[in-house]
Nanobody, 124 residues
Framework: QVQLLESGGGLVQAGGSLRLSCAGS????????MGWFRQGPGKEREFVAS????????TYADFVKGRFTISRDNAKNTVYLHMISLKHEDTAVYYC?????????????????WGQGTQVTVSS
């Protein structure tokens, strides 16, 4: 079992920045790839970013490239999502998830464990 707890969400003005954290506990945290997803009002959950178990490989959704950075500190069992140049359309609940393998993963069904989510609201 892996337990995930997101934090760092909040209200920010357009153009601002936030850093989300996802603290993990349970099985060896350095093993699985980790991902961030989001679900905006009235929208389906969508992929944002993923990082491999080693942290050497990352991948991003096109709409966040150049603005969001995913990173991890396996010694602290924590994954981060640093977001800059935030837009109103980035408003969503952001979820972190632990994948089944150590390779980056884009599809929700490649992830076994999910956090409860943290709300990010960007005012225009």
């Amino acid at each position: 079992q892996v337990q995930l707890l997101e934090s760092g969400g909040g209200l920010v003005q357009a153009g601002g920045s936030l850093r989300l954290s996802c603290a993990g506990s349970g099985r060896t945290f350095s093993t699985p790839a980790m991902g961030w997803f989001r679900q905006g009002p009235g929208k389906e959950r969508e992929f944002v970013a993923s990082i491999s178990g080693t942290g050497f490989t990352t991948t991003y959704a096109d709409f966040v490239k150049g603005r969001f950075t995913i990173s991890r500190d396996n010694a602290k069992n924590t994954v981060y999502l640093h977001m800059i140049s935030l837009k109103h359309e980035d408003t969503a609940v952001y979820y972190c998830a632990a994948a089944r393998t150590g390779r980056v993963a884009l599809a929700p069904d490649e992830y076994d464990y999910w956090g409860q989510g943290t709300q990010v609201t960007v005012s225009s």
